[in-house]
């Protein structure tokens, strides 16, 4: 393939061109078709203009952020990399254009990339224990077997826990230093979100004969069989999601201005937010929220909640903040946040009561 050059497509209809420049940065520009027929597919960073689009720094590795999004991190670019070593290459020197080669159609999301790298992301998923145990091996630098493998089923996914992906599922197994049941605890908090009014996607806790269970979430990047094109925070605001670089006041102000003000778009945020306060997941970083593309009402609505689990920081703050607190936050931030995006202070009160109830009551009884 051309290195210095990849075409973005979505359902088989040419969105645009990447091309890299001499400094690195990776240039856009949509195609004449795309400009009469598409849509903006970030809309803050790529209004559907007639012009050539350059990144101003390099946050995503030169990148714009909605393409990025397209990349593994952690889990899924070390089996990139591992892939890329058998094959007698140098990761680091494998250009994150390249890697969007790589990941041809297998990416989350609706977009595709071409022409893809001649490698196959197609595995049978066999036993999930054994899954998992190579996945081990993998995180603690042992020679694992049949690293290919582990790269079909998992080189296209994102965050830190050893992962496999399906068409419509993705399966977690814990990382070095989670419990065993650590898919446990998240079928738990997924359950207590969905008990809170919190739109999440239907999970599963899969059967295994050395822990409890494994975690299952169906993705909602497809649906009816077709790709869904979505945006974490971090593509829309170009954010870089590894530090706390924002406030949940950001948040909302998104949510209202991608969803023209939909209320019950403002209510989901604001009910993840209280939730990811009363639950102690800290690790509320700038990808753990994403928004999905309605092409017929032409807007944005918040994703289902996904990554929601007891989690720290390692510098022991929510790395999203509260009203500006990151440390301790409580109701007064939350209340805070709600009325500054227009949701009433009595509504906000009650929800947040509700949902520190809940937490309370299922999260932090005996035994959990």
């Known amino acids: 393939m051309n290195g210095d050059k990849v075409l973005v497509y979505m359902d088989d209809r040419l969105v645009g ?66 892939m890329l ?12 254009l390249k890697r969007l080669a790589i990941v041809g159609d297998s990416g989350m999301g609706a977009l595709t990339y071409r022409p893809a790298w001649d ?116 593509a829309i605001l170009e954010a870089d999601w590894r530090t706390a670089s924002m406030d949940y006041h950001t948040l909302m102000k ?18 993840r937010m209280c939730f990811n306060v009363y639950a102690h997941n800290r690790d509320d970083h700038a990808k753990n929220f994403s928004w999905i593309y309605d092409r017929v009402q032409d807007l944005w609505h918040p994703s289902p909640a996904y990554d929601l689990t007891y989690s720290t920081t390692w510098f022991g703050e929510h790395t999203t903040t509260v009203d500006g607190n990151g440390r301790d936050p409580g109701e007064k931030e939350l209340i805070a946040v709600g009325k500054k995006a227009g949701l009433g202070v009595t509504v906000c009160r009650k929800i947040a009561g509700e949902i520190r109830e809940a937490c309370r009551a299922v999260l932090w009884t005996a035994g959990s």
């Open 119 to 234: 490698v196959s992301h197609d595995a049978v998923l066999g036993d999930l224990d054994d899954l998992a145990r190579r996945c081990s091996a993998l995180l603690r630098h042992e020679d694992a077997e049949d690293p290919d493998d582990l790269f079909r089923l998992g080189g296209s996914s994102g965050g830190a826990r050893p992962k496999v992906m399906t068409d419509e599922w993705i399966i977690k197994f814990p990382a070095s230093g989670d419990m065993p049941d650590m898919g446990v605890m998240e079928k738990k908090y997924m359950d207590c979100a969905a008990s809170c009014g919190i739109n999440v996607p239907e999970t599963r806790l899969l059967p295994s004969r050395l822990c409890n269970g494994y975690f299952a979430v169906r993705r909602f990047d497809r649906q009816d069989g077709h790709r869904v094109h979505m945006l974490t925070a971090a």
């Open 85 to 96: 070593q058998s094959r007698g290459m140098v990761p680091a020197d494998v250009t994150a």
């Open 17 to 82: 061109t990447l091309a890299e420049a001499p400094d690195h940065r990776i240039a856009f520009e949509y195609s004449d078709q795309w400009q009469e027929e598409g849509f903006a597919v970030s809309p803050f960073s790529l209004p559907l203009e007639r012009k050539v689009f350059v990144p101003v720094g390099m946050n995503f590795y030169g990148l714009w952020g909605v393409f990025a999004d397209s990349l593994p991190d952690a889990w899924g670019r070390l089996l990139v990399d591992r």
């Open 254 to 271: 998104m949510t209202g201005i991608l969803s023209r003000g939909n209320r019950e778009d403002l209510m989901q945020m604001y009910r």
